[in-house]
């Protein structure tokens, strides 16, 4: 069919049309952030397409953790022995440390720090887009993810929830310039505000005052102060300081402590409910909580 | 749709779109080429009946969704080069292979420019020159991608 008259309306009168649609669209979207419930159905609806296009990279890894050598996976295992029995000596003390910490706080009537649940993801696709550094995972509603959920990885805070869809959901880093981290220096406990910069490796530490202290080479933990990371995670390491004295701030750069640019697998946080003395019920709480306590000793 | 077997259209469009989302190593990545794009020029110009302005807008949505971006920033940006393909495509189909090449690259980088203004109008985003890296495997990929398509519409006789 090759048609000598046209049918339908002009392309001219389509472009208008379909302009009028997208700048509706970012309208919405962007200013009146209108489509944050769409956006969960939408991300379900191309989660097909994300699966998809990442089977050819699960093949590769399928093949390449299945392809080693008996003498690699020797090594390996000595190393994770090794591995073990540090981290199993470092939680040995931790037990004995979380409980004092719960007494020296409830002692000094501050609220008591609430246990933190934890959900493996997968990272499924990365977005190409360069204004915006995003990721997928494969966890969605169904396994309890939330907007606004800390996502880690093993070294470091990686980023939050951002649209959470039935399988699948996405992840803003924190590298992303729409997006930014409460944190503290760990060695002083000055507190900063840890901004993305778009690039991958840059953190941009604003309006921090000449008279400072911090240096390169400093840890920026999260400091808990915004509500959504939980407090003391590693964010990054001071890369940058400049010592020109006539400007009004000092300009601080970082770099994520997390290896954002090759992220696998991820953590999820998701704190239980917290258990705050301050709350009405606190008697009940506290004393089942102190019996538990006690029941873990007695074990 | 069955008809004229548009669903091989509608096919290498989805590939398309996997293909712009697939993991690849950071490197690479910024090389990406645009490929829904490249596809969406060689059904406009090959069939501007089926494929139209429409079917490029809808194609930038879903990378919209896909890419997490504003949604319309994308589909926006496609439809406006589609649009200059649709208008020109009788032109365009007697030129050179490397004359067409040079001009999806031109489209290209009206594509890549008009994300990056409405970016820019919308986010703080600063120009950066690898924001038009693909512009170069896009024009490298064209004659490639022209002859595999034209291979696939003649043997399933797409009309």
């Given at each position: 069919m090759n048609p000598i008259f046209k049918h339908g309306p002009s392309p001219q009168h389509r472009l208008v049309l379909v302009l009028f649609c997208s700048a509706l669209l970012i309208f919405f979207d962007h200013k009146m952030a209108s489509f944050e419930s769409v956006r969960g159905y939408l991300q379900s609806l191309v989660s097909p397409l994300q699966y998809l296009a990442n089977t050819p990279k699960q093949f590769?890894?399928?093949?390449?953790?299945?392809?080693?050598?008996?003498?690699?996976?020797?090594?390996?295992?000595?190393?994770?022995?090794?591995?073990?029995?540090?981290?199993?000596?470092?939680?040995?003390?931790?037990?004995?440390?979380?409980?004092?910490?719960?007494?020296?706080?409830?002692?000094?009537?501050?609220?008591?720090?609430?246990?933190?649940?934890?959900?493996?993801?997968?990272?499924?696709?990365?977005?190409?887009?360069?204004?915006?550094?995003?990721?997928v995972i494969n966890r969605g509603a169904g396994d309890g993810v939330y907007e606004g959920q800390p996502v880690l990885?093993?070294?470091?805070?990686?980023?939050?929830?951002?649209?959470?869809?039935?399988?699948?959901?996405?992840?803003?880093?924190?590298?992303?310039?729409?997006?930014?981290?409460?944190?503290?220096?760990?060695?002083?406990?000055?507190?900063?505000?840890?901004?993305?910069?778009?690039?991958?490796?840059?953190?941009?530490?604003?309006?921090?005052?000449?008279?400072?202290?911090?240096?390169?080479?400093?840890?920026?933990?999260?400091?808990?102060?915004?509500?959504?990371?939980?407090?003391?995670?590693?964010?990054?390491?001071?890369?940058?300081?400049?010592?020109?004295?006539?400007?009004?701030?000092?300009?601080?750069?970082?770099?994520?402590?997390?290896?954002?640019?090759?992220?696998?697998?991820?953590?999820?946080?998701?704190?239980?409910?917290?258990?705050?003395?301050?709350?009405p019920k606190t008697h009940g709480k506290n004393s089942s909580t102190s019996d538990k306590v006690q029941a873990k000793v007695a074990n | 749709m069955f008809a004229h077997n548009g669903v091989i259209i509608l096919f290498t469009l989805l590939i398309a779109l996997m293909a712009s989302i697939m993991p690849m190593p950071l490197s690479a990545d910024a090389f990406r080429p645009d490929w829904v794009l490249i596809v969406l020029m060689y059904w406009c110009m090959a069939l501007p009946g089926r494929v139209n302005i429409i079917t490029a807008w809808v194609?930038?949505?879903?990378?919209?969704?896909?890419?997490?971006?504003?949604?319309?920033?994308?589909?926006?940006?496609?439809?406006?080069?589609?649009?200059?393909?649709?208008?020109?495509?009788?032109?365009i189909r007697n030129f050179s292979i490397w004359q067409q090449a040079l001009i999806t690259g031109v489209l290209a980088a009206l594509y890549h420019l008009v994300v990056f203004w409405l970016q820019r109008f919308l986010i703080d985003v600063v120009f950066l020159p690898n924001y038009l890296y693909p512009v170069i495997t896009t024009i490298v990929l064209w004659p490639w991608v022209f002859y595999l398509l034209r291979k696939v519409r003649r043997n399933f006789s797409i009309k």
């Open positions: 590769m890894t399928w093949a390449s953790t299945n392809l080693t050598t008996r003498g690699q996976l020797m090594t390996e295992n000595q190393q994770y022995r090794l591995n073990e029995l540090d981290f199993h000596e470092e939680a040995m003390q931790l037990v004995i440390l979380k409980q004092e910490n719960a007494r020296l706080r409830s002692l000094l009537s501050s609220p008591l720090r609430s246990e933190i649940k934890k959900m493996v993801a997968e990272v499924i696709s990365v977005d190409s887009d360069p204004y915006s550094l995003q990721i990885d093993s070294v470091g805070i990686v980023g939050q929830i951002l649209h959470v869809g039935q399988t699948s959901s996405r992840v803003i880093l924190i590298t992303d310039i729409s997006h930014a981290v409460p944190v503290r220096v760990q060695r002083n406990g000055l507190r900063l505000l840890a901004s993305g910069s778009g690039q991958i490796d840059r953190l941009i530490h604003n309006f921090v005052p000449q008279s400072a202290d911090i240096k390169t080479g400093d840890l920026l933990v999260t400091s808990g102060l915004g509500g959504k990371y939980p407090e003391g995670y590693p964010v990054a390491k001071v890369s940058f300081v400049s010592n020109n004295e006539s400007r009004e701030f000092v300009r601080v750069f970082s770099t994520p402590a997390a290896q954002i640019d090759r992220l696998r697998y991820l953590l999820l946080l998701s704190e239980k409910e917290p258990q705050n003395i301050f709350a | 194609m930038g949505f879903l990378l919209d969704v896909l890419l997490g971006s504003v949604l319309g920033v994308h589909a926006a940006a496609m439809a406006m080069s589609i649009y200059i393909i649709v208008e020109n495509h009788q032109k």
